[in-house]
């Protein structure tokens, strides 16, 4: 079974009226995986069309680097830095 990972994912959301940069946490097992959550999570939450979402870089966290307090309490190894 493989090892579930944290990924930041980093991009821009580019509509007609709304421009924007982003950065995303997300646990998956491959960098596929992360971008394939992050498509479903901004569309879902901010109603954006795939084709406006632009995916800059995907780069794999070590627990020490991981700053959403959500994702780092679900991270073995890194809980006992979270305050």
Same mark, same amino acid.
């Given at each position: 079974m493989s090892e579930v990972k944290v990924?930041? /994912?980093? %991009?821009?959301?580019r509509k007609p009226n709304f421009q924007t940069e982003f950065?995303? $946490? @997300?646990?998956a097992l491959k960098p596929e995986d992360a971008i394939e959550k /992050?498509? #479903?999570?901004? %569309?879902?939450?901010?109603r954006v069309k795939r084709?406006?979402?632009? @995916?800059s870089r /995907?780069?794999?966290?070590?627990?020490e680097e991981i700053e959403d307090v959500l994702v780092?309490? #679900?991270?073995?190894?890194? $809980? $006992?830095?979270?305050?």
């Amino acid at each position: 079974m493989s090892e579930v990972k944290v990924f930041r /994912v980093i %991009g821009q959301i580019r509509k007609p009226n709304f421009q924007t940069e982003f950065q995303k $946490e @997300i646990r998956a097992l491959k960098p596929e995986d992360a971008i394939e959550k /992050v498509y #479903m999570e901004l %569309g879902s939450k901010h109603r954006v069309k795939r084709f406006q979402i632009i @995916i800059s870089r /995907v780069e794999e966290l070590n627990p020490e680097e991981i700053e959403d307090v959500l994702v780092k309490k #679900m991270t073995p190894g890194a $809980e $006992e830095s979270v305050q």
